[in-house]
């Protein structure tokens, strides 16, 4: 018996996703959530592409080049190779913890490769276009309660980076 109060619960949540109309502004403030965290990376990527170019065409080009390759490879795997496995249970658990890390190491990143190599190695646009198309390519693979937890996650890393660190490159 306890078993099937176990997958009722799976399905309970699967309704509130599926119906915003039980929890509006719940659902309202979840999609927010989602729409400033991709927005947020966005921001991140024009800007360290923007600073790449006002320093030379060429490194600019280079940086536009590491920023484009990722949403190409993922467009190009997700037309050609679709997946139907299901997610784990994991992961969904674990994403927010993992969005934050990730997110901190990426502003990390940026800020170590704007002071090291001053822009010539695109490595920090690589990773954050890398991370956009990510989120695009997992929108269609994760329940949108996944995805929810996830810009939560990114929203959280950015504050505490903030927190920790200060504005990125400042």
């Given at each position: 018996?306890?078993?099937?109060?176990e997958?009722a619960?799976?399905?309970?949540?699967?309704?509130?996703?599926q119906?915003?109309?039980?929890?509006?502004?719940?659902?309202?403030?979840?999609r927010?959530?989602?729409?400033?965290a991709?927005?947020?990376?966005?921001?991140?990527?024009?800007?360290?592409?923007?600073?790449?170019?006002s320093?030379?065409?060429?490194?600019?080009?280079r940086?536009?080049?590491?920023a484009l390759?990722?949403?190409?490879?993922l467009t190009?795997?997700?037309?050609?190779a679709?997946?139907?496995?299901?997610?784990s249970r994991?992961?969904?658990q674990n994403?927010?913890l993992?969005a934050?890390?990730w997110?901190?190491?990426l502003?990390v990143l940026?800020?170590?490769?704007a002071?090291?190599?001053?822009?010539?190695?695109?490595?920090g646009?690589?990773?954050?276009?890398l991370?956009?198309?990510?989120?695009?390519?997992?929108?269609h693979?994760?329940?949108?309660?996944?995805?929810?937890?996830?810009g939560?996650g990114?929203?959280?890393g950015?504050?505490?980076?903030?927190?920790?660190?200060g504005?990125?490159?400042?």
């Amino acid at each position: 018996m306890a078993r099937s109060s176990e997958s009722a619960q799976p399905d309970r949540l699967r309704d509130v996703q599926q119906h915003p109309k039980n929890h509006p502004l719940l659902y309202l403030l979840n999609r927010f959530v989602v729409i400033i965290a991709i927005a947020s990376i966005v921001g991140l990527l024009l800007a360290s592409v923007a600073q790449t170019f006002s320093i030379s065409s060429q490194a600019g080009l280079r940086s536009l080049a590491a920023a484009l390759l990722p949403p190409i490879l993922l467009t190009y795997r997700s037309f050609f190779a679709q997946s139907n496995r299901a997610v784990s249970r994991t992961l969904e658990q674990n994403l927010f913890l993992v969005a934050i890390l990730w997110i901190v190491m990426l502003l990390v990143l940026l800020n170590l490769m704007a002071l090291r190599f001053n822009y010539s190695l695109p490595l920090g646009e690589f990773v954050t276009s890398l991370t956009l198309a990510g989120l695009f390519y997992f929108n269609h693979q994760l329940s949108s309660r996944s995805m929810v937890s996830c810009g939560y996650g990114i929203l959280s890393g950015l504050v505490l980076y903030l927190l920790i660190f200060g504005l990125p490159g400042g």
